[in-house]
């Protein structure tokens, strides 16, 4: 996969269901001008999570 040529940027999507009280928010994700895919917040912070997890490796391999 290449690097993106713009900024990668989210957008909050709050939707309302009749008969519900909470409202489900997820997250529109977009990279080069388009949307990549809409996601939860749950499943926005394990990607998070798992983009830190990467960076501790690579941080722990670099100092070897």
């Known amino acids: 996969m290449g690097r993106i040529k713009e900024e990668a940027w989210i957008e909050k999507c709050t939707v309302l269901h009749e008969g519900k009280n909470t ?3 997820y997250y ?6 388009e949307q990549l895919c809409e996601i939860s917040y749950d499943r926005l912070i394990a990607i ?3 983009i830190n997890q990467i960076e501790k490796e690579k ?3 670099c100092h070897e």
């Open 59 to 61: 941080k722990g391999e």
């Open 28 to 33: 529109n994700v977009f990279a080069d001008g």
């Open 48 to 50: 998070r999570n798992l």
């Open 23 to 25: 409202p489900n928010i």
